[in-house]
């Protein structure tokens, strides 16, 4: 017997050769049904591969990311499959899972593949998944897989196998389709039950331009129809909240060739919510005991030298300058700068944690293939800030820029958020990091038990650390459930020693700090971007660069009209008169869709009366009131950034 130990930690024993699939058979038919793959020793395998020696298992489910990719990987064979079937002597290269579903590439000959033919391969994709065909799994000797290729006259396949060796070389087969693939797979195309092919793309075979294009077909399944609808639902909003389609009709950013790609300007409505973060940064820092600091966009080669991104991030940075007989570059990262903003002045442990911040603006070498509206740019401004601290007041300093990022995402109304912490491996030390094996041990741990206190949501990844201290990648999901990595936070015990950082200790000794880079807000690029979408362009009052419209329902009472923009802009609310000679319906409609959050509109009874009637964006009537009172209340929404 073999003994298979679950993740609870429980053991049980079975007959060798038993499948991951047999063991959940054994617990109950229903879990049976569900499982996609199984976790063996680490690896992911074929819930069907008969496991032969004593082995950790875990059983993948839709619900688990590898469960999700063998899914998305066994329907890149299906759609080979449909694929063969309708266009005989097609050639295959590769098919992996993406982020959200797959894709095949292959070369399709003279054939120009179209939309409808997509259609037709769904048809036959849910036609092969109905017959729900096994996925079987066969070792094959190097010289046999070369015969089936060479047979077929797939060159792609054979140039895979010339980087294969005997013992390691598995094909699968479903249906009536065979493919080189070490695997895993789902167990039969049955599970797929639902699917949707979504774009035909052209990609050079093996990435490079001086290949054959071959075409790219991409795919998305699920388990069930509801799935799908959903996923499709999702998109189409996600269509309508794009920010670069909000970003000109909003009137809030635009771009310039120039000026160059990626290269952002502000309009003035992007520049007045770029103004609001910076005031709630600046007064949520200063609460915190930050102090501002500003620094130039410019320095010299020897500091990014000192820093360590030169050489090895000069890709990522714009080529250097020369000005008598010195190399200057635009900086990358406001680091640097600080760090000799803390060395200016001598330091004692009493001025420890020293927290300086700065909206610093950074300048990074994006492909331009890379550059992606506001997401991907190539100067961004950075909510950035550096604590330096004592090894004792680390977890306090951490927890304190764990609860700012917590009071944003309240304030933004972000609900789900994850934290990934990613860790060094011992095995890398003085390679891929800093030499510091109790360093990294100790702030792990500290990073560790501040998150589990914090109750923070947090996974961990090892290997994945910076060079200089473990790392925390910040992933915030905006209302429609698209993921956004905001900002890392970062510790640091590598470059306090590089820039020869110091604080003199109570017993008169010198002693380098740790550093904690952090940027809650990230750049006001992405965070603009996300903010966007998060709010399809309906941004809270707080924010909106118009707040209040107010629209006379005719020319007569205009006069009425200025003296309540008189008293708006006295109370330092940002407004407007509509005083265009339209119907008041017209004026409505066209406020509606520049979202300003109220409108006001007054005729011959507010006149009379002094009021106003307010209508509330995307909700309609809110009412009639004097305008001390609408101010009143606007203003406590605006102070206390509510909405
Ligand atoms: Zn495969
Ligand atoms: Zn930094």
């Known amino acids: 017997m073999i003994k298979i130990t679950f993740p609870d930690g429980a053991v049980r024993e079975y007959a060798p050769g038993t499948s991951a699939l047999d063991i959940a058979k054994s617990i109950s038919e229903g879990l049976a049904r569900k499982i996609i793959a199984a976790n063996v020793n680490g690896q992911v395998w074929d819930a069907t591969r008969p496991i032969t020696t004593d082995a950790s298992l875990k059983l993948l489910t839709w619900d688990d990311a590898d469960g999700k990719n063998t899914f998305w990987h066994s329907s890149a064979h299906l759609m080979a499959e449909a694929v063969e079937s309708l266009f005989p002597g097609v050639k295959f290269w590769v098919g992996p899972a993406v982020e959200k579903g797959f894709y095949y590439d292959m070369d399709l000959g003279d054939r120009q593949i179209t939309e409808e033919d997509l259609r037709k391969l769904e048809v036959k994709m849910n036609e092969l998944a109905k017959q729900n065909n096994s996925y079987i799994r066969k070792e094959i000797s190097k010289d046999d897989a070369i015969q089936y290729f060479a047979d077929k006259k797939d060159e792609y396949k054979l140039d895979l196998l010339t980087n294969l060796k005997d013992g390691e070389i598995t094909f699968y087969s479903q249906g009536a389709f065979t493919d080189l693939c070490r695997g895993p797979h789902i167990p039969g195309t049955g599970i797929i039950k639902a699917i949707k092919l979504t774009n035909i793309a052209g990609a ?132 640097p700068h600080h760090h000799k903003i803390f060395a200016a002045e001598p330091k004692s442990y009493r001025d420890l944690p020293y927290r300086i911040a700065e909206y610093g603006t950074v300048y990074r070498y994006e492909q331009s293939g890379e550059l992606f509206g506001l997401m991907r740019v190539r100067a961004l401004h950075m909510n950035d800030a550096h604590i330096y601290c004592t090894k004792a007041q680390f977890s306090d300093e951490f927890r304190a820029v764990n609860d700012m990022y917590q009071k944003y995402f309240k304030i933004f109304g972000i609900d789900k958020y994850v934290m990934r912490l990613s860790l060094h491996s011992p095995d890398k030390l003085g390679k891929k990091y800093v030499n510091e094996p109790e360093l990294w041990k100790e702030t792990e741990e500290m990073v560790r038990q501040v998150l589990i206190e914090s109750n923070i949501p947090y996974v961990e990844v090892q290997d994945e650390a910076a060079f200089y201290g473990p790392k925390i990648d910040v992933q915030i999901y905006s209302v429609i459930g698209r993921e956004f990595t905001l900002a890392t936070n970062q510790v640091d015990f590598s470059q306090g020693r590089s820039f020869k950082l110091e604080y003199i200790t109570p017993d008169n000794s010198t002693e380098t700090p740790l550093i904690i880079h952090r940027a809650p807000l990230g750049t006001h690029e992405r965070f603009i971007g996300f903010l966007l979408e998060h709010y399809a362009g309906k941004l809270p009052v707080w924010l909106a660069p118009q707040q209040v419209k107010v629209l006379p329902i005719s020319d007569k009472f205009l006069p009425y009209a200025q003296t309540i923009l008189q008293s708006l802009k006295n109370a330092d609310i940002r407004a407007e008169v509509d005083d265009r000679n339209e119907k008041i319906g017209k004026k409505i409609r066209d406020t509606e869709l520049t979202k300003v959050p109220y409108m006001l509109v007054v005729g011959e009874k507010e006149m009379n009366e002094g009021t106003v009637a307010v209508r509330r964006q995307g909700k309609g009537d809110a009412g009639v009131k004097s305008i001390e009172d609408f101010i009143a209340e606007i203003k406590t929404e605006i102070t206390q950034r509510i909405g």
């Open 204 to 335: 050079y075979w093996k990435g490079d331009e001086k290949n054959k294009m071959l075409t790219r077909l991409y795919g998305v399944t699920f388990p069930s129809q509801k799935e799908l609808d959903e996923y499709l639902q999702m998109l189409e909003e996600a269509k309508k909240r794009d920010h670069r389609k909000l970003g000109r009709e909003l009137s809030i950013y635009t771009m310039d060739d120039d000026v160059g790609p990626g290269l952002i300007m502000w309009l003035p409505n992007g520049t007045i919510i770029i103004e609001e973060l910076e005031k709630l940064a600046k007064e949520t820092e200063s609460a915190a005991g930050y102090k501002r600091v500003v620094t130039p966009h410019i320095a010299k080669e020897s500091m990014y030298l000192t820093s360590g991104h030169l050489p090895y991030y000069a890709d990522s940075m714009y080529p250097p300058m020369e000005l008598d007989g010195e190399k200057y570059y635009l900086k990358s990262m406001n680091c």
